[in-house]
């Protein structure tokens, strides 16, 4: 079993930023993958970036260039920094650790952008 528990979420005003922080706990040494996700009002599930152990990322196209992901591998933390943020970005961001054989989720944390 893997916990997730995310932090710094919150309110920001339209242009600011965000560091978002994930750490996990449990029975996995080396998680394969770690990524996060959003879902906004009435709106899909979506995912922002991911980031391997081996240190390969991917983003979704629409957050690439603002958006940042890294990892503190043996401590099995991910962090998304969030930068020229908008209404549009308003969303519960959650966090996954996830391989061939297990697939967490964290409980989400809320991201509100103010204009």
């Known amino acids: 079993q893997v916990q997730l528990v995310e932090s710094g979420g919150g309110l920001v005003q339209t242009g600011g930023s965000l560091t978002l922080s994930c750490a996990a706990s449990?029975?996995?040494?080396?998680?394969?993958?770690m990524a996060w996700y959003r879902q906004a009002p009435g709106k899909e599930r979506e995912l922002v970036a991911g980031?391997?152990?081996?240190?390969?990322?991917n983003y979704a196209p629409s957050m690439k260039g603002r958006f940042t992901i890294s990892r503190d591998g043996p401590k099995n933390q991910v962090y998304l920094r969030m930068n020229s943020l908008t209404a549009a970005d308003t969303a519960v961001y959650y966090c996954?650790?996830?391989?061939?054989?297990?697939?967490?989720w964290g409980q989400g944390i809320q991201v509100t952008v103010s204009s």
């Open positions: 996954r650790a996830y391989s061939w054989d297990y697939d967490y």
């Open positions: 449990g029975s996995r040494s080396s998680i394969g993958t």
């Open positions: 980031i391997h152990r081996d240190g390969d990322t």
